[in-house]
């Protein structure tokens, strides 16, 4: 298999890819109006408190509560929109004008997402030992429609899946070098951003320290375990002492502002309680745990599946402006035989795990593996169950924090899948396997990234800016 050493493809692709999200991101962010993309209106009330007050709001103030729901986004970590609010204040000094104030709360959201695509890349060159493989994994997680629209509006979740990408990568480096000082900066800024952004992705918070704590698990040559103890509170002191320099500020205040509420949920529910509109909530107050189904009956008698997935790879707008059928089916496809690929029983992983997981180590290769479908299984349980008992929404972009794992995942089970087939028709023609495997595997990857970018393409361009050009 080709190695992950200079290549001479490295430099034309990074370009296109860096352009095509540059050009695909402001094009949409430009063009869609205000209040489209899910809940922007309601969002951008608090970048806009901030703009305005040069204050940070409580959850109780009314200038940002939701109408008729009774509550706000105050009451958990906002810290994108503080970013956002600062840089309005910063713009205001030249210009009060709305849609220039507007563009710069979103463009923090873009810039976010620029940063991820550089992450995803870093990440690909050592998750990855062929080139091509590693092509296709930046692609898939970057140009996923429903990926790069959130980093196009005003939300938490550009954030969140910025800072899943840095903790990410600097676990990876850390696995390389030991944890050093630049890896544990990588995952202490990781951890404030997620923990200061999005509650969905604490996952990747709970695994980083799983595995931070794995890593320090010896196996000796005799077979003794040991724990090494003063790398782990060294590097594990540096790490907290970062984080929590970044994030005690936020908790302290919630509980100074909540009455020891550090998480704002309960008092978040007491708000509701105290200033929703009774008559809405009796549209919405059926869910299927209060109408007595169980969540099998949810998942497979409802539409919860085909929405939750339709949406994971497009839906934008308040989740009426789709794209062809062909990309649903393209993604879907690719999405599917990745997996299924995967679950070939071949010892696949051992010989062509990521180069930062080394064979002495296998009991640790394997906890890295559960930490991925752990990280997978998370967001998407969180959005099964608060859909089964609280508020029935099967939105994909809840599914969003998985992208990075469950690509990964799916590029993996690709190669898998163009290794076990080469290999079988190369047996059939007695021919040399690994120059064919190359070629086939350069193949079904240029082809795949080649239709991940006309998707995007003519998701933006033949169906979303069209439906936008007839919003007011």
Request: net charge positive.
């Amino acid at each position: 298999m080709e190695k992950t050493v200079k290549n001479k493809w490295d430099k034309p692709i990074f370009i296109l890819y860096i352009l095509l999200y540059i050009v695909i991101c402001l094009s949409m962010l430009f063009k869609q109006p205000f209040g489209n993309p899910p809940d922007e209106a309601n969002r951008y009330k608090i970048p806009l408190y901030i703009y305005e007050h040069h204050s940070l709001p409580t959850g109780f103030e009314e200038e940002i509560r939701i109408p008729g729901y009774g509550i706000s986004y105050g009451f958990q970590p906002y810290l994108p929109y503080i970013f956002q609010g600062g840089l309005m204040i910063l713009v205001g000094n030249f210009t009060d004008n709305t849609d220039v104030l507007l563009y710069v709360a979103r463009l923090v959201n873009f810039f976010f997402g620029l940063l991820m695509a550089l992450f995803v890349w870093k990440i690909s060159k050592e998750w990855f030992k062929s080139h091509t493989t590693s092509y296709l994994f930046a692609f898939l997680v970057t140009f996923l429609p429903q990926a790069i629209f959130l980093h196009t509006y005003v939300n938490l979740e550009s954030g969140s899946l910025l800072s899943i990408s840095m903790i990410l990568y600097g676990l990876t480096i850390a696995f390389k070098d030991n944890f050093s000082y630049k890896a544990c900066t990588y995952i202490s800024i990781g951890v404030i951003l997620c923990a200061l952004s999005y509650y969905n992705a604490y996952g990747f918070i709970l695994s980083a320290i799983l595995l931070f704590i794995a890593w320090h698990i010896k196996k000796e040559a005799g077979g003794k375990i040991t724990f090494d103890t003063k790398g782990f509170f060294k590097k594990g002191g540096f790490i907290c002492a970062i984080v929590l320099l970044g994030i005690a500020w936020w908790f302290i205040r919630s509980a100074v502002l909540y009455n020891g509420d550090i998480l704002g949920l309960k008092t978040r529910d007491l708000c509701r309680e105290m200033y929703k509109d009774p008559s809405l909530f009796e549209i919405f107050k059926d869910t299927p745990k209060q109408e007595y189904h169980s969540v099998i009956e949810m998942l497979f008698k409802t539409d919860f599946l085909l929405l939750s997935t339709n949406s994971f790879i497009c839906a934008y707008g308040a989740m009426d402006i789709l794209t062809s059928v062909w990309v649903y089916r393209f993604f879907k496809l690719v999405f599917l035989i990745g997996v299924i690929a995967l679950l070939i029983p071949k010892n696949w992983v051992k010989e062509n795990g990521p180069g930062f997981l080394v064979e002495e180590r296998a009991g640790f290769n394997s906890f890295f593996y559960l930490n991925i479908l752990m990280c997978i299984a998370i967001p998407v349980g969180l959005s099964v169950f608060f859909s089964y008992s609280t508020d029935y929404q099967p939105q994909g972009r809840y599914f969003m924090p998985a992208i990075i794992p469950f690509a990964f995942l799916v590029a993996r089970g690709l190669e898998k899948g163009v290794a076990l087939g080469t290999k079988a028709i190369c047996h059939l023609i007695k021919k040399e396997e690994t120059g064919f495997f190359n070629l086939t595997l350069k193949c079904v990857s240029y082809v795949i990234i080649a239709l991940i970018i006309v998707s995007i393409i003519v998701t933006t361009y033949a169906y979303a800016f069209p439906k936008w050009s007839l919003i007011p």
